[in-house]
């Protein structure tokens, strides 16, 4: 689905709610629980496909299989995590190229400097201003056409204070950017002066145990953001899952006492589109 569905949506009333998928499968399952979008996790990535944390270390090949997945399990809007542009200008421009021509509907880019690190762990460091603007026009000039969108993310909260942040997010707005994120703010009041403050719609994401605070989508509508990131929620429900459903069976030698945890066969079946793979055969099946 493309960037402009996306910006359609921005432009009309109430929040996007948009939960990650790490793999072809959870982004399915986001699409069939009705969620207009989906956001495909530079760290859920990292963490499922090698069971590392988001420290940089996932390629921007690795990273273009998993999205080459994604886009291809759903029809709904793909927003991409491509971290820093994965290099230079030069590397930011093949990002983006390769990206539009998968389909995705929005491409973030960041300011932290190499290598990056997860929004919500310390020790991020950010570049400056103008080499950000840099990715940013890179990326701009890269795209096909309107499409993908961009989107802007700042961390320089964490290092340089919330007005510092706020500086940036105007200056990347100006240089394009049609959304911007400024991660992990760390308070109620901070989130609410991020979209009163700044030009463009506003992207929050909720880290559960993050640096900022947990607030439901009906408050952070109101205060005026238009995206809503549950980027990690899907990836640690489905790891607290397996535990429990591998604790089972290690105690009981056994998947009997937890049944209930798992999914039926016949729903395994519908949502991996069993049926319409067997219609496909049998139409260009040999006669026996």
């Known amino acids: 689905m493309s960037g402009a569905t996306l910006r359609e949506r921005l432009h009309q009333p109430g929040i996007l709610v948009v939960p990650g998928a790490y793999d072809a499968l ?11 979008a989906v956001y495909a996790t530079g760290a859920g990535i990292a963490n499922s496909q090698f069971a590392l944390a988001d420290v940089g270390l996932v390629s921007f090949g690795e990273m273009l299989q998993q999205v080459a997945r994604i886009t291809a399990a759903v029809s709904i809007p793909v927003i991409v995590d491509a971290d820093t542009g994965y290099g230079d200008t030069p590397n930011v421009t093949r990002t983006v190229k390769e990206l539009a021509r998968l389909g995705v509907a929005a491409i973030q880019l960041e300011d932290q400097a190499e290598p990056k690190r997860c929004g919500h762990f310390a020790g991020k460091r950010v570049v400056s201003p103008a080499e950000m603007v840099g990715r940013l026009r890179a990326a701009l000039d890269a795209r096909p056409g309107p499409d993908p969108l961009i989107i802007a993310r700042t961390d320089a909260r964490a290092e340089l204070g919330l007005e510092e942040a706020l500086a940036r997010a105007r ?85 009997a006492g937890c049944l209930s945890d798992l999914i039926t066969m016949e729903e395994r079946n519908r949502i991996t589109r069993l049926a319409e793979l067997e219609v496909l055969a049998d139409k260009y099946r040999a006669p026996a």
């Open 26 to 36: 959870t982004a399915r399952l986001v699409e069939e629980a009705g969620f207009p």
């Open 171 to 255: 200056t990347y707005a100006e240089a394009g950017a049609e959304v911007t994120f400024v991660e992990a703010p760390r308070s109620r009041e901070e989130l609410t002066r991020i979209p009163r403050e700044l030009p463009v719609p506003q992207l929050v994401n909720m880290v559960e145990g993050g640096l900022t605070p947990l607030l439901p989508a009906r408050e952070l509508e109101t205060m005026g953001y238009r995206i809503l990131l549950h980027a990690n929620a899907a990836l640690r429900a489905s790891v607290k899952a397996v535990q429990r459903v591998l604790a089972v069976l290690a105690a009981q030698g056994t998947t």
